[in-house]
Each structure stands twice: as structure tokens, then as C-alpha cells.
């Protein structure tokens, strides 16, 4: 089975980094959790309430698809968790692997709201508006598939794995 990349993506509170660890360990792949690569600058921007511009999320998709880049010059597999919620986003993390399958982690305003209540996470409920306003779905020329978060992890991460 050749390799495959994986970003696992979506607004705040949809459960990426769950689903994106457990996704990693199933395939046995290597896992970039997104949050961990945003500069200070960043962080402390969403922590102020203030939402990132495309030019605060500039360098930081360049790393991601520097790491997605690597794994594909070495024939490895990766998982990567990270918004992508513009097309934009998605097409520059696919200029490291123009094979990259994306899974959106979707599912109604109330249920990430809930989720988003998350003591010591730097991403304030209050952006949750701002990423729901950003957010551009999947279009029928990308390659990969969109969840429902009201399922179970288990069957979340199953969902990735039966993609065609």
C-alpha cells in the first residue's frame, strides 16, 4: 500500500488533534499536530481574541508543507492536523504533495461551541464565529472526504482509513 499524507482539518473545536493522533497511530505514521508549529506571534494573537489574516498564517502553512514536502521525498506516510479552512490553504499544504487527501471534521455550530470550552487552550470560543465565517468546504476537485464530529473517534478515524 503506498504511502499516504493525510491533513486532518476543520474549525476550532472539531477534533482534529484527537482524530489526527488516533488516525497516525492506526497507520502507523508519523503525527504534526498544527497548533504546535504557529509562531508566539500567533498564539498570542488568538489569545487576545484577534483572528489570524492570511498573512499571520503565511509562514506558518509553509512549514506544514515543508513537513508534508519531506515525508513525500522520503515515501512516508503523515498526518497532519491544521485548519485549512481556505482553498487557498489547502492548494499551498498540496504544493508538498500534490497526492494530499484532506478529512474535514464537520458538524453543526452548537456541538463546536461546547467543544471549544477548553481551559488552557490558546484559541478562544470567541474565534469560533471568525473560523465559521472563513471556512471554505472541500470542493469536488479536492481529494478527500468530510465527517460528521457527532460520530465516535473510533469510527471517525475508520471513515479516513475505508476513504477511497
Same mark, same amino acid.
Given at each position: 500500500?503506498?504511502?499516504?499524507?493525510?491533513?486532518?482539518?476543520g474549525v476550532s473545536g472539531?477534533? =482534529?488533534?484527537?482524530? %489526527?493522533?488516533?488516525?497516525?497511530?492506526?497507520?502507523?505514521? !508519523?503525527?504534526? $499536530?498544527? +497548533? $504546535?508549529?504557529?509562531?508566539?506571534?500567533?498564539?498570542? =494573537?488568538?489569545? @487576545? %481574541?484577534? &483572528?489570524?489574516?492570511?498573512? +499571520?498564517?503565511?509562514?506558518? #502553512?509553509? @512549514?506544514?508543507? $515543508?513537513?508534508?514536502?519531506?515525508?513525500? @521525498?522520503?515515501?512516508?506516510?503523515?498526518?497532519?492536523?491544521?485548519? @485549512?479552512? =481556505?482553498?487557498?490553504?489547502?492548494?499551498?499544504?498540496?504544493?508538498?504533495?500534490?497526492?494530499?487527501?484532506?478529512?474535514?471534521?464537520? %458538524?453543526?455550530?452548537?456541538?463546536?461551541?461546547?467543544?471549544? /470550552?477548553? &481551559? %488552557?487552550?490558546?484559541? !478562544?470560543?470567541?474565534?469560533?464565529?471568525? *473560523?465559521?465565517?472563513?471556512?471554505?468546504?472541500? /470542493?469536488?476537485? $479536492?481529494?478527500?472526504?468530510? #465527517? +460528521?464530529?457527532? *460520530?465516535?473517534?473510533?469510527?471517525?478515524?475508520?471513515?479516513?482509513? /475505508?476513504?477511497?
Open positions: 500500500m503506498p504511502a499516504v499524507r493525510w491533513v486532518v482539518m472539531c477534533g =482534529k488533534s484527537a482524530v %489526527g493522533s488516533l488516525l497516525a497511530g492506526a497507520l502507523g505514521v !508519523p503525527y504534526v $499536530e498544527g +497548533d $504546535e508549529l504557529h509562531p508566539p506571534g500567533n498564539v498570542a =494573537k488568538m489569545s @487576545a %481574541g484577534v &483572528p489570524l489574516d492570511d498573512g +499571520d498564517r503565511a509562514g506558518w #502553512l509553509a @512549514a506544514l508543507r $515543508e513537513h508534508i514536502a519531506t515525508a513525500r @521525498a522520503q515515501g512516508s506516510g503523515l498526518v497532519v492536523s491544521c485548519s @485549512a479552512l =481556505k482553498r487557498a490553504y489547502r492548494d499551498l499544504l498540496r504544493e508538498g504533495d500534490p497526492a494530499l487527501r484532506f478529512a474535514h471534521l464537520d %458538524g453543526p455550530r452548537d456541538v463546536l461551541e461546547r467543544r471549544v /470550552q477548553r &481551559p %488552557g487552550h490558546f484559541m !478562544p470560543p470567541s474565534l469560533l464565529d471568525s *473560523q465559521l465565517r472563513t471556512l471554505q468546504p472541500l /470542493q469536488p476537485d $479536492e481529494s478527500g472526504i468530510v #465527517l +460528521d464530529i457527532r *460520530q465516535p473517534l473510533a469510527v471517525l478515524v475508520e471513515q479516513i482509513l /475505508q476513504a477511497p
